[in-house]
């Protein structure tokens, strides 16, 4: 059974490019979580989705960083014009989905390391 | 969102020592606790679910105290193996069942 996958594992932009973090959870669960990791930091979340729906974008920031997750293919998170500051670990999680406490468990890719210059 | 504190340590123990973290939260409705395990920035894995009535894995013991709202974990028989940053993690029972961490207790263990 794959895990969850995530691509690229690094990734490395220029300050005002735009990057695509790309997540594909483990077979079955239908629930995706973004969390982003700053150096020194903890995790910090971002945003929850189901297929084709945003459930929480309440850790998300407000201007150029945007999530979805089609019906078809992997879950992207975009963030638009980097700055150096958005440098950090992006890790996506899935899980079952709700309803008892399993569905509350999370399953982790790799991560993304994104390096702005 | 609610907040999730842990001590970032690090604690630093010889082999075969006990060592115990609490992790405590400020919403007295969460509803789900976990302890996960992240090795050098790493991606998190899931060490351990926290229930009321408490659980063992083999050296680790995970308790949860409602009153005092906190969390912890003990670790028995401290391995080199188990040196890692130990993330507690708690989901509200409100909104949209959040997972959230705290930062992280770093454990080192030395021969």
């Known amino acids: 059974n794959a895990g969850v996958m995530q691509n690229p594992r690094h990734l490395v932009r220029r300050r005002g490019q735009e990057a695509r973090l790309r997540c594909s959870p483990m077979k079955g669960h239908s629930h995706v979580y973004w969390y982003r990791q700053l150096p020194e930091e903890g995790l910090k979340f971002m945003v929850y989705?189901?297929?084709?729906?945003?459930?929480?974008e309440s850790g998300m920031p407000k201007e150029r960083f945007s999530a979805e997750f089609p019906k078809e293919g992997p879950s992207i998170l975009r963030i638009q014009q980097v700055v150096r500051g958005d440098s950090a670990a992006y890790f996506c999680a899935s899980s079952p989905g709700i309803g008892g406490r399993s569905g509350e468990k999370l399953f982790f890719g790799s991560g993304t390391q994104l390096s702005v210059l | 969102r609610k907040e999730v504190e842990q001590d970032p340590g690090p604690f630093n123990v010889p082999e075969g020592a006990t060592v115990a973290f609490n992790c405590t939260y400020s919403n007295s409705a969460s509803q789900s606790f976990f302890w996960y395990r992240q090795d050098c920035r790493k991606e998190p894995k899931l060490l351990m679910s926290v229930y009321s009535s408490g659980n063992e894995d083999g050296r680790f013991t995970a308790q949860l105290n409602r009153a005092s709202q906190y969390i912890s974990l003990l670790i028995r028989d401290s391995k080199l193996s188990d040196s890692a940053t130990y993330l507690c993690v708690v989901t509200d029972s409100g909104g949209s069942y959040i997972p959230t961490f705290g930062r992280g207790t770093s454990l080192i263990v030395h021969p």
């Open positions: 989705l189901q297929k084709e729906n945003i459930i929480d």
